[in-house]
């Protein structure tokens, strides 16, 4: 278990890159229907100051590539229990999972999850995730949606959402396999998002599956290396960053390691030891 604390904020953020792994998770989405000074690109969702504990802790991982147990070679089904229990014993916040939560993205591999998770549900976590390659592997794109949102009704018809946990987090989970490049729907929705941050809030987390920065490999995974599209939104976030009060966390997933990365004062986390095979 790797913890990141921030003292002044009292807050801490715990990657789960390893058996050792933490975590915990949201209790309930509600939709944040704005003011009359505040339009409608504030968060998509809220939890209030009083419902959260002192100090605050997030766990966040992925590549769980939660799945038929008997598949011991995608993923590894004792890491993936041994981390759940973690999580529900770290009894966060709000957990984040960066993408692949699934191993196909089909019913039993949802039921599975279910299955596996079911400490999560009891303790009352709750769970703010994010789409990954993987989600889309084993059906057409729109069957997938389907299965996701079923899996996650709070986010019918969002592939990309936004938290405000109290009033000084801000918490956006994107979704990479869509466009995050100038000009696409989901850039300008954060670009929206971002023009309207409250000047209280104190972290931005941005949550997303492939990773805007890593160590580039130029021997073997090198298709995981950072893509385009994500580099983009690296580059937004360099500008944003630099003009608000606010620190920048990213957590990413897709290549089954920890690193870390710090770029403008942005600082970049992989944490894709959830299950999947190590790369």
Known sequence: MVR???????????????????????????????????????ATFRVADASLP?????V????????????????????????VARVAHEEPA??????????????ADYAEYRNETAVWRDEHLRIYPALGNHEFSGCEQPECLTLWWR????????????????????????????????????????????????????????VLHHPPLADVQTVKMQDHNSRPNEQALAGFLDVIAARSKARFIVS?????????????GVIYLVSGGGGARPL
């Open 4 to 42: 990141q604390a921030y003292r002044r904020m009292q807050i801490t953020i715990c990657l789960a890159a390893s058996l050792a792994g933490c975590t915990r998770a949201p209790v309930g989405l509600r939709p944040q229907l704005g003011g009359p000074h505040r339009p409608a690109v504030a």
């Open 54 to 58: 002192t100090p605050l802790v997030f």
């Open 60 to 83: 966040t991982y992925g590549d769980t590539r939660f799945t038929d147990p008997a598949e011991t070679t995608a993923s590894n089904p004792a890491a993936r229990l041994a981390l």
């Open 94 to 107: 709000a957990i984040f999972v960066n993408g692949d939560l699934t191993w196909h993205g089909v019913p």
């Open 151 to 206: 899996e996650f009704p709070e986010l019918q018809g969002r592939r990309w959402y936004s938290v405000a946990i109290g009033s000084r987090v801000l918490a956006v989970a994107l979704d990479s396999n869509a466009s995050l490049l100038p000009g696409s729907e989901q850039r300008v929705w954060l670009e929206n998002q971002m023009a309207a941050l409250d000047p209280g809030v104190r972290l931005v987390f941005v």
């Open 252 to 264: 990413a997933g897709h290549i089954h390691n920890y690193e870390r990365l710090e770029r403008t």
